[in-house]
């Protein structure tokens, strides 16, 4: 080869190396995921030797440290159901609210600034609303409602609900923006006014986005925290069956994990049960990802038609 | 009322809802602010900030929990800033579409929805017990990087999206090579939005509890942490303990709210440096 | 009559499956202006991006046919194409100075490219004078490229481009963001430039083709050539009526 040759052939295997660095990179957050998944399979999977996983998800009672432990998560399901229900209830309204007023009505003067408030509130450690929670909500609500205890489900979704608000505003807003212009020129070519231009063209351009943002910056999230529900739901595994359960202890998932791996002996049969809650939950915000991102991507296609 | 009217009456009406909304959830954040100022201020002083806490908790500051927050924010960063910016760049500079960029793009916005308990979980069994790390500050940065990684591809790949084609139009017709236009030209006019990236990941990382609690956190140590394996505490993990699980809680309460104070402080001081610098950038962008 | 510098042979180019070129043929010759005119949209353009394959950075673009450089055909795949585009500088449409100083733009491609420390002065300097900057800006090499004016940086990315000594310039509508007085600076440039280099302008300014260039060719609607011959006969007397209606403005 000529010394021209080798020197090609060297700047081209550099530049490939390079590239295949980058991929590696790249590529670590899907390996990390797949981690993710085979870790808690393997450290969880040791439960199911000794209940059958239908009993484990359907399960009334939840007694992991007894000698015959009873491993049943049904209450922590139905816990962590009712919190997010609850928070949806708050969240999405409020967000949603926020959303169109930054995007469509608010004067150009104070829309930043509210953007950059808002994105400070989401800022704030759950830790912190969790706090709150305890000395201010906790004995406000017990006080209000004449209840043995301020630690109740309604407690969980008002704060979660308050975190949740600003990622569903902020990816809203994103969906909403996101709306040709045309949309709503057409509209206003009709005779029709903002808001009916709002409610009748922009809404319902941009309800993928939105969904996608109710799914995944509200249930996901929610589903998923951890010490402000730990902090203020009062973590008792009893099944909430009906509205007025919101008034009363709950226990998620998320609460059980974090309060019980400290006691939890390493490879016994409660570690075990502590790592399924987690595939449980895993697996619950894995499809509600799918789910969102299956909508977002439809919804591309959809556009470009 | 006419129609004309009616339909003025229903767009002023739903207006004032909106505006109403939006301003609620300003007035909660300005009411979460100012109640954990006006509590914790009192307690903060020169010792709180630097010293040990003493008697079981019950007095002293919180010195060793300022030192591990930090050290852990900084560990964070240190491991997902490079491995989320090197990410972005093969996203955003070296692949064209196709199969593999869409599963890890999946890979990415997943990751993004894992739940942080669960972080906890896989980094207790991974770091911790399967690499032997222990429970330490290297467990806990590591677990916290890759809670932040999807964060930093994405901030950094809109900071890259964001360079003018042209800029590597013109590198590559002076006979850059793909790296060479990505390193001397995208790069550097990326920087600032990428480091806003990075600021926002110390911000996460300096107030995650969760990913910790197995991984990391001490409820107390005597002395500050000596090297990546020790133990450490942190701020939020701090408060939650002294919050929820001492037996002290009642006593302790303004305790709570100055470390809740100091908490919220070098969260907010974190984001809005990243804020200003990112609005400071648009202003002076000439391209 | 100069020698022949490039020769295109049966160019195609296609978008994904959009084909934007057809079966183009040409022989530019060296150290001589040809200018390519056409409408809008008739892959004039992407006929240069052919030229030094910086088409390869968009996904989907492919080329086929054979393009004639140094006896060999540069599209093919062993062709060293960064040494390639080393030869064949180009300017865009746009001013794109790089976000550094004035001197470091200048001096980008010769670092690249390994030139020694000592030499970069008298590079910077002389591109900047063959570019007809240097009096504007000798004193202040240290400011950004971007508070330059736009013809100012017009010529910025000449010099830059000048400064790797390329042996052929493509130039893309080079003047359409600028004023008529800067035009007019960048015309007497590209004239002077010829001696030395052998240039290949797009543009779609028929007054400009004619004053710049030796020969011109014609691109149409669908992406084939019409026409090409020396720029005084093409305007004058052509021989295609399609090219006479949109040189004279009927349609285009
Ligand atoms: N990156 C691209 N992907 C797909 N199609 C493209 C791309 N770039 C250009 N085209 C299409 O290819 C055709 C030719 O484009 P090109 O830019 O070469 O035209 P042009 O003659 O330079 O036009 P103009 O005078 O407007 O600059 C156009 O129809 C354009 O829409
Ligand atoms: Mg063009």
Same mark, same amino acid.
């Given at each position: ?126 830790? /912190?609303? +969790? ?6 909500? /906790? ?38 923006? $996101? /709306? ?8 206003? $070519? ?31 999230? /929610? ?43 390493? +490879?016994?049969?409660?570690?075990? $049960? ?32 | ?13 739903? =207006? ?102 669960? =972080? ?38 809109? #900071?890259?999206? #964001?360079?003018?084609?042209? =800029? ?50 001490? =409820? ?68 | ?20 070129? &057809? ?29 030094? &394959? ?56 010769? &670092? ?141």
């Amino acid at each position: 080869m000529t010394n021209k040759q080798t020197s090609l052939f060297r700047r081209k295997l550099h530049e490939r190396t390079i590239k295949y660095f980058f991929f590696a990179c790249a590529a670590t957050s899907i390996v990390v995921l797949f981690f993710i998944a085979i870790f808690l399979f393997h450290e969880g999977v040791g439960v199911f030797r000794v209940v059958e996983i239908t009993d484990f998800l359907s399960g009334r009672r939840w007694a992991p440290a007894r000698v015959q432990p009873i491993l049943g998560i049904l209450p922590m399901l139905l816990g962590s159901l009712f919190v997010t229900v609850g928070a949806m209830i708050v969240a999405v309204p409020l967000g949603l609210s926020a959303a169109v007023y930054i995007a469509e009505i608010a004067p150009p003067k104070i829309k930043n600034p509210i953007k950059s408030a808002i994105e400070l509130l989401a800022g704030i450690p759950s830790v /912190v609303y +969790g706090f709150i929670g305890l000395v201010f909500l /906790v004995p406000w609500l017990q006080e209000t409602f004449n209840l043995p205890t301020g630690f109740t489900a309604l407690t969980g979704s008002l704060l979660l609900g308050v975190m949740a608000v600003p990622i569903i505003a902020s990816i809203s807003e994103d969906a909403i923006y $996101a /709306v040709p212009r045309d949309f709503r020129e057409a509209s206003y $070519a009709l005779g029709a006014t903002k808001w009916q231009t709002i409610t009748r063209a922009v809404l319902p351009a941009s309800i993928s986005g939105i969904s996608a943002a109710i799914i995944l910056g509200g249930m996901s999230r /929610v589903i998923g925290e951890t010490m402000t529900v730990l902090m203020v739901t009062g973590n008792a595994p009893i099944i909430p069956d009906s509205i007025c359960s919101f008034l009363r202890p709950v226990r998620t998932m998320t609460a059980s994990v974090a309060l019980e791996m400290g006691e939890a002996a390493k +490879g016994g049969i409660h570690y075990s $049960a502590l790592f399924a809650i987690g595939l449980v939950l895993f697996t619950i915000t894995f499809l509600l990802n799918l789910i969102a991102d299956f909508i977002l991507h439809r919804y591309k296609e959809a556009q470009k038609r | 009322m006419n129609r004309v009217q009616r339909r003025r009456f229903a767009q002023a009406t739903a =207006f004032a809802l909106l505006a109403f909304a939006t301003f609620l959830i300003l007035a909660i954040m300005v009411g979460i602010i100012s109640f954990v100022a006006s509590q914790g201020i009192g307690a903060i002083s020169w010792e709180f900030l630097t010293a040990f806490p003493r008697s079981g908790m019950t007095e002293g500051g919180i010195f060793p929990a300022i030192v591990g927050t930090f050290y852990l924010a900084m560990g964070t960063t240190l491991i997902s800033l490079p491995l989320g910016v090197f990410a972005a760049i093969y996203l955003v500079e070296y692949s064209y579409q196709g199969r593999l960029i869409r599963l890890i793009r999946i890979g990415i916005n997943n990751l993004a929805g894992v739940p942080s308990i669960v =972080f906890g979980l896989f980094g207790l069994a991974l770091f911790v017990r399967h690499l032997g790390l222990g429970v330490s500050l290297l467990s806990g940065s590591l677990t916290l990087a890759f809670f932040v990684l999807p964060l930093v591809i994405r901030a950094s790949e809109e #900071a890259l999206l #964001a360079v003018p084609q042209g =800029f590597r139009e013109g590198a590559l017709a002076l006979g850059a090579t793909k790296w060479q236009s990505v390193y001397t030209v995208v790069l550097p006019t990326a920087v600032p939005a990428i480091l806003t990236g990075g600021i926002l990941a110390l911000g996460i990382a300096a107030g995650q509890t969760a990913p910790i609690i197995f991984t990391a956190a001490a =409820f107390f140590t005597p002395r500050l942490p000596d090297s990546i394996f020790s133990p450490i505490m942190a701020l939020p993990f701090h408060i939650y303990v002294m919050a929820s699980e001492s037996a002290h809680f009642a006593v302790t309460r303004h305790l709570q709210f100055g470390t809740a104070l100091v908490l919220l402080a070098i969260v907010f001081g974190i984001n809005i440096t990243a804020i200003i610098i990112r609005s400071q950038m648009r202003k002076r962008r000439r391209w | 009559m100069s020698a022949t510098m490039l020769t295109v042979k049966e160019l195609n180019f296609y978008y994904s499956k959009t084909q934007v070129l &057809r079966d183009v043929n040409i022989e530019i010759p060296g150290n001589e202006v040809t200018a390519i005119i056409g409408p809008s949209g008739c892959g004039k353009s992407s006929f240069l991006k052919a030229l030094n &394959r910086l088409y390869e950075i968009i996904p989907g673009a492919r080329v086929t046919g054979e393009i004639i450089y140094n006896g060999g055909n540069l599209l093919s795949r062993d062709v060293d194409v960064v040494g390639l585009r080393k030869e064949i500088g180009m300017v865009f449409q746009r001013p794109n100075p790089f976000p550094k100083s004035i001197y470091a733009n200048v001096a980008y491609g010769p &670092r690249l490219h390994g030139v020694k420390r000592k030499e970069l002065d008298r590079i910077v300097e002389e591109s900047l004078r063959k570019a007809g900057l240097w009096d504007e800006v000798k004193d202040k090499l240290n400011k950004s490229g971007l508070d330059l004016s736009g013809g100012e940086q017009q010529r910025l990315c000449i010099a830059r481009c000048l400064a790797v000594e390329p042996k052929i310039i493509l130039m893309d509508e080079p003047c359409s963001a600028l004023d008529p007085i800067a035009t007019a600076k960048i015309e007497d440039l590209i004239y002077n430039l010829k001696q030395d280099y052998t240039v290949i302008i797009v543009t779609h300014n028929m007054q400009q083709a004619a004053r710049v260039s030796d020969k011109t060719a014609v691109f149409l609607t669908g992406g084939k050539m019409v026409e090409y011959g020396e720029t005084v006969k093409i305007f004058e007397n052509p021989e295609n009526k399609i090219v006479e209606d949109y040189i004279t403005g009927k349609f285009g």
